[in-house]
């Protein structure tokens, strides 16, 4: 047996470290579950026998007996303590795994759990169940955050932000104005995020000059989550701290509001290019008609991924001048610049995009993804262009042609020709 480190990340920022035990024979990872030898003797043989399956190689085992376990309800209470070390179960099979089963069973057991899952806040462990316990747990929970142990008071904040139950609200803030720990008041941030009540926005401004930095950052993408107005301005002043510059440009796209239209084009210049990608996106959510030409600029961007952010904000909100810049791109010298443009103007319907497409690219690869893209679209405008690939000198571009039509003339139920 060895021990490794993974990382639960429930809240926003620090996350939770919780250890892991390897165990050879199986190699498999299990997260504190209890050993064999501690199964009860004196329980049904079912039960026993799920308890048993939840030590199981196989994932799908582990799954299927926290589920059965679940459906026991009251029977399983036995399991309690072994559904909770399943916890750290991430081994995904599909869309679920372990741990998911378990909190699922978890709460169909119900009330004799919540006592157990609060002494496991603990060793970090039990946050998501708890969450998922509603009305069984907020009582509690909100004692809980009153607790000595400052891991109970963390794992109980991060438990309520799952929750995300407006009476978390009063005694979240209150947690965040007097708890001694600042990664309990990162977790109380981070709830009050989740829960999005407005009584919390004037107590998150002010946790914006909180003297630990994880406390700053978690309040600034609680704001954004909220989405009040009232936090623009003090955003806005973040823009000019390099520290916190980053979370407040996401946080001024999340509210949206046109007054930090003209901070965040200043933004786009930034020399670093998280920045300059998180303003595009922002300055998208924002829709504001006057960031258009500054984000037709950023398709020049020598970072990629910069101007595919940038034609996505342009055509998302409509703004003036997107098919002309999108239009002049065909003719770009850049492979991916032709590609994206191409795409982008024919998914809209526009007639020069069907026009301009044929014979614009030189590159074979770019031709046999702009024919590819147009069969995704499905328009009959795009029946010429791709006749005319039909006869293109590379095989591949005649064949994705080919297809397009083909799926042109399933759409309409007639010969495109």
Known sequence: MFLIVVIESIGYGQPTVIPYKIEKEHNYIQSHIPAKENIPTDISSDVRQEIERLYSSDPKERIKAAYSLGEMRKKAIPAIPFLIGMAGDLSFVGTTCPQLEATEALRKIGEPAIKPLIAALKDGRGMYALGKMGDLAIKPLLAALKDENQRIRLGAAEALGVMGDPRATEPLIAILKEDEDWNVRRSAVFAL???????????????????????????????????????????????????????????????????????????????????????????????????????????KDEHPKAWEEAADALIKRGMDKRYESLIADLKSKRQAVRMKAAEELAKRGIPEAFSLIEGVFEDPA?????????????????????????????????????????KITRKYGTSPN
Not at 266 to 290: H, M, T
Not at 378 to 398: H, I, N, Q, S, W
């Open 366 to 406: 770019v031709r046999a993804e702009a024919a590819k893209s147009l069969g995704k679209i499905g328009d009959m405008r795009a029946v010429k262009p791709l006749t005319d690939a039909l006869k293109d000198k590379e095989l591949y571009v005649r064949k994705n042609a080919a297809s397009a039509l083909e």
């Open 193 to 299: 995020g989740e829960i999005k009540d407005s009584r919390a926005v004037e107590p998150l401004i002010a946790g914006l000059k909180n003297e630990h930095q994880f406390v700053q950052w978690s309040a600034i993408d609680a704001l954004g989550k909220i989405g009040d107005r009232l936090a623009v301005e003090p955003l806005l002043t973040l823009l000019k701290d390099e520290r916190n510059r980053m979370f407040a440009v996401k946080a001024l796209g999340e509210i949206g509001d046109p007054r930090a239209t003209e901070p965040l084009i200043a933004c786009l210049k930034n020399e670093a290019v998280q920045i300059r990608l998180g303003a595009v996106k922002a300055l998208g959510e924002i829709g504001d008609p006057r960031a258009a030409e500054p984000l037709i600029a950023v398709l």
